[in-house]
């Protein structure tokens, strides 16, 4: 009975204050934080802004090279995420 709940781009879901959350840098130069629940700033203290981009996602490239997206070692650590750019167990 489960109805796919994947986020929708542009729509609001609820968020768990726990929860951590890809976000943006505000400056708008594809470089990414974390940011817990609703909060603007990133793990690291940085300004940010909503992505749709899921945790799952942290990390990959959105296939547009063009972006050179970055991701920020500092929220990743902070946020106990594993890059997997760095030791692959
Ligand atoms: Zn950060």
Redesign the pocket.
Same mark, same amino acid.
């Given at each position: 009975m489960k109805h796919g709940c994947t986020a929708v781009p542009g729509e609001s879901v609820p968020v768990n204050p726990d929860d951590l959350r890809v976000v943006e840098t505000v400056h708008g130069t594809w470089v990414y934080? +974390?940011a817990r629940g609703g909060a603007f700033r %990133? +793990? @690291? %203290?940085?300004l940010v802004m909503n992505t749709a981009i899921l945790l799952d996602g942290w990390g990959r490239s959105s296939g547009n090279t063009s972006l050179r997206e970055r991701w @920020?070692a500092? @929220?990743a650590k902070l946020g106990g995420i594993k890059t997997g750019l760095e030791s692959r167990e």
């Open positions: 934080h +974390l %990133g +793990l @690291c %203290g940085a @920020c500092e @929220c």
